[in-house]
């Protein structure tokens, strides 16, 4: 048996990088389950801040029904299931009324409907402005899609609205520069943002003003359309004052491209949200009069920085702004993902440092010879492994013969120590 490695084309791997590849997903659905166990159904939480949600397509085809982690597993063991990730301000769905005869096996007694929680085309399984399911059947590679933190939908980076996926700020491997991203039917609904300076966003090399203004209408009719005085530096009003009607018909406004854009993101520090201590004051950070002087701006997908939250205004009149648009999430610290992931690596160290905990007592329990005979006994079958994987030509299966050599091999050393 040749030991070293024949380049036949075949990925092998090592059993390190095996261990840590099952580390990775282990810490990925981890962070995905925020730390939920997965035993008891989370209605009783009632609408909770996030949590890893899962749609039933056996159940409820229609797309119209979420179920918790648990539900998904002991309810809708072996149906059709979507995985969701997370989303906000969601209550289970499991055996409700949309679920007609089938009753939940964890938490029976529930309301007929949450009438809070949204459903978009997700809980059918379809994602992005393509409404395509994710894997995509027709696609011979998938590429990973990007969350908007506002609708929570997923899109491909090829969907979004740019005309090059370069504009994503990300660094050399690849790692997103940007704590969070708002799709462009979303952008509509916060354009007040861009009275915030450059802090605010996550530093790419160009940004373009996009062509897709569709959805602004509704949302910003009732803003007058003049910028104001105090924000010379963002930019993205320094040129014209767009008007509610060149929205529609100008999908290329000049007040994009004229100013300098969000295209430095450290040029201008100023006082803006830079300054901590702002942000419990009463007084609003963007100036007087600005919550009625929003600019109307065309749509275009938004990269913000990391923490972007942190710096949003919390002053009354932005606070009032925020309910009324149904964004006032945007303010709560346990709804960002960041925050979220935070507490599940958390609940993961503990998760694992008990675990560690109890092995360790096991061995307490034992006498000292005893204890040595199981570590030694580890200590051989770790050995004699190795070895085993050191002389194995990796182009080979590994067969139940093998597997049996090494237990025999690990019997004899056994008799020759006693
Ligand atoms: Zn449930
Ligand atoms: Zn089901
Ligand atoms: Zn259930
Ligand atoms: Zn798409
Ligand atoms: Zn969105
Ligand atoms: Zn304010």
């Not at 099952?22 to 996030?50: F, H, I, P, Q, S």
């Not at 997103?176 to 916060?190: G, K, T, W």
């Not at 950070?285 to 997908?301: A, F, R, T, W, Y």
């Amino acid at each position: 048996m040749a030991s070293e490695t024949v380049d036949d084309g075949e990925q092998t791997i090592t059993i390190k990088e095996y261990l840590n590849e099952v580390e990775e997903e282990e810490l990925e659905a981890d962070l995905v389950l925020g730390g939920d166990e997965g035993k008891e159904c989370t209605y009783t939480k009632g609408y909770m801040k996030r949590q890893a949600i899962f749609s039933c397509l056996t159940c409820t085809p229609e797309g119209n029904a979420g179920v918790c982690t648990a539900c998904s597993l002991s309810c809708h063991d072996s149906h059709e299931i979507v995985e969701l990730w997370t989303k906000r301000n969601f209550k289970c769905d499991c055996g409700n009324s949309k679920f007609g005869e089938f009753f939940c096996k964890l938490f029976p007694s529930k309301d007929v409907e949450n009438v809070d929680n949204l459903y978009n085309h997700n809980f059918k399984g379809l994602y992005c402005t393509c409404n395509r399911p994710y894997p995509d059947p027709d696609v011979e590679e998938q590429v990973e899609m990007i969350q908007c933190c506002m609708c929570e939908d997923w899109f491909h980076e090829e969907h979004i609205g740019l005309e090059s996926s370069n504009e994503i700020p990300r660094d050399e491997e690849g790692e997103p520069l940007y704590e969070d991203f708002i799709c462009n039917a979303c952008s509509a609904v916060c354009s007040f943002l861009s009275l915030y300076p450059p802090t605010m966003w996550a530093a790419v090399v160009q940004h373009s003003g996009s062509t897709n203004t569709k959805k602004d209408k509704d949302v910003m009719q009732d803003i007058p359309s003049a910028c104001g005085s105090e924000k010379p530096e963002n930019g993205i009003c320094s040129g014209s004052s767009p008007k509610k009607d060149d929205l529609m018909a100008d999908t290329k406004s000049e007040s994009l491209s004229g100013g300098k854009g969000f295209d430095t993101g450290e040029s201008s520090e100023k006082k803006v949200g830079s300054n901590k201590d702002d942000i419990s004051h009463t007084k609003c950070l963007l100036g007087e009069n600005l919550v009625s002087d929003i600019p109307i701006l065309p749509s275009k997908p938004l990269f913000l920085s990391k923490n972007w939250r942190d710096i949003l205004c919390r002053c009354e009149k932005c606070l009032d702004m925020y309910n009324q648009k149904h964004i006032g999430y945007l303010v709560d610290k346990e709804d960002s993902i960041a925050e979220y992931e935070k507490t599940a690596k958390q609940k993961r160290e503990e998760k694992l440092q008990q675990q560690e905990g109890s092995e360790l007592s096991f061995l307490d329990k034992l006498g000292h010879v005893e204890k040595m005979e199981i570590l030694n006994g580890i200590a051989d079958m770790k050995d004699e492994f190795r070895t085993f994987l050191e002389s194995f030509d990796p182009s080979n299966a590994v067969t139940s013969a093998d597997v049996h050599q090494i237990f025999e091999n690990l019997a004899k050393k056994r008799r020759r120590v006693e």
